[in-house]
């Protein structure tokens, strides 16, 4: 083969050898592309659908309607609580301070019963359980609300106050009836106490705004009724139940329709409870991650009704200086914090002090109330109450 012929056989191998080398390169950028690509959008796939999956699951984490268990089925009823000697003894006392502060209190007699045990020999006296009605609130979206309308017997129902009880976020009202009997004994006062959608046996399923219609729901219920002063209606929440809280009486529709209000170791916000006990990174995430808010600590700056704020401090759940925060953003221009010492999360309400420092606020704001103002027109159809 002459010289000239292997020069182009030279040149042809080389541009061959170049040609499959950057094709080969090519070929390899391709697929380290495509491997990325296709990582990148399985690993974007694989974060909306854990994203999703913990967004839909914070009500499972928030929400505890059937814990301890049966707690949709199995609601306790007022009349089961009533009030043995020595507590009536304690009632006496207690009474007598009270009365020192001013608070007029009057014992209902009629609600003492004897009882007598024939096998023990033994004769007892005792206060009979609460007397109540048990109904049926259609809230604005037809769910229906099962509560307990707690009222004093005769015409004392009348002239007292009446507390809507708003709850926490477990159980149901049933679970609450002890320290519901406090507030009726000690404070004298009605009790209307509510079931929010998906708890007890309310039907529906509990979400943020739902929670906010079954207060209002309630609140406007008391409105139906002529046995009930509805100058004296006191808004009362306790954890979850304070958030709710916040939130109507926050409201311009309502907060004229509310004597006052009492807060009880409720939180600022669920995106800074979710700081406080899960990791301090959370704050940086946006708030369009969490399904529920309850941003208690930017509405409650435009309230107008009185608020008592009762802060336990060995609260270990929500951290008390969470109720410094909501008390300093209050707009409300009477507004009172009390700190009992040795108060946890759920037992605030069994520590001394406690139902003393509500008598005291709640005479404060039945000495200063002004007359009702002209109610708002109902944003329910009241007609569909039902008695159970």
């Given amino acids: 083969m002459q010289l000239r012929d292997w020069t182009i056989v030279r040149i042809l191998a080389s541009v061959a050898t170049k040609i499959w080398a950057a094709s080969f390169a090519a070929l390899l950028a391709c697929f380290i592309v495509y491997c990325f690509y296709g990582f990148f959008m399985a690993f974007s796939f694989s974060l909306a659908a854990i994203a999703g999956i913990l967004y839909q699951t914070q009500d499972t984490l928030l929400y505890h309607p059937e814990q301890p268990p049966h707690s949709r089925v199995f609601i306790p009823v007022p009349s089961m609580f009533g009030i043995g000697l020595a507590d009536i003894f304690h009632w006496f006392l207690t009474e007598l301070r009270f009365c020192c502060l001013g608070f007029p209190q009057s014992f209902d007699f009629s609600l003492l019963v004897l009882s007598v045990d024939p096998w023990n020999k033994m004769i007892a006296l005792h206060i009979a359980g609460l007397p109540y009605e048990s109904v049926n609130i259609r ?4 769910v229906i609300l099962h509560a307990f309308l707690i009222r004093h017997n005769g015409d004392k129902g009348r002239f007292v106050p009446t507390i809507v009880y708003l709850h926490g976020n477990a159980g149901n009202m049933g679970h609450r009836l002890q320290n519901a009997s406090g507030m009726f004994h000690t404070l004298q006062c009605n009790l209307l106490m509510i079931d929010y959608r998906g708890y007890g046996l309310s039907t529906g399923t509990p979400i943020e705004q739902g929670l906010y219609n079954d207060a209002r729901a309630a609140i406007d219920y008391l409105h139906t009724r002529h046995d009930l002063d509805l100058s004296q209606i006191v808004l009362f929440g306790r954890s ?7 939130d109507v009486a926050s409201d311009p529709e309502y907060y004229q329709k509310l004597m006052c209000v009492m807060l009880e170791n409720t939180f600022t916000s669920i995106p800074e409870m979710a700081v406080s006990l899960i990791h301090q990174s959370i704050k940086y995430f946006p708030l369009f991650m969490f399904k529920n808010l309850y ?10 009704a009185p608020c008592l704020f009762v802060s336990g401090m060995a609260d270990t759940l929500v951290p008390p200086k969470m109720m410094l925060q909501l008390h300093a953003r209050c707009g409300s221009r009477r507004k009172q914090l009390i700190q009992i010492k040795g108060g946890s999360h759920n037992d605030t309400w069994a520590t001394a002090g406690y139902y003393q420092g509500l008598a005291q606020f709640l005479t404060e704001c039945k000495e200063t109330r002004t007359p009702l103002q002209t109610a708002p027109a109902l944003r329910s159809k009241w007609p569909q109450v039902e008695d159970l």
């Fill in 139 to 142: 809230s604005t979206d037809g």
């Fill in 240 to 246: 979850l139940g304070g958030a709710v809280a916040i």
């Fill in 295 to 304: 941003i208690s600590i930017q509405k409650i700056q435009f309230f107008a």
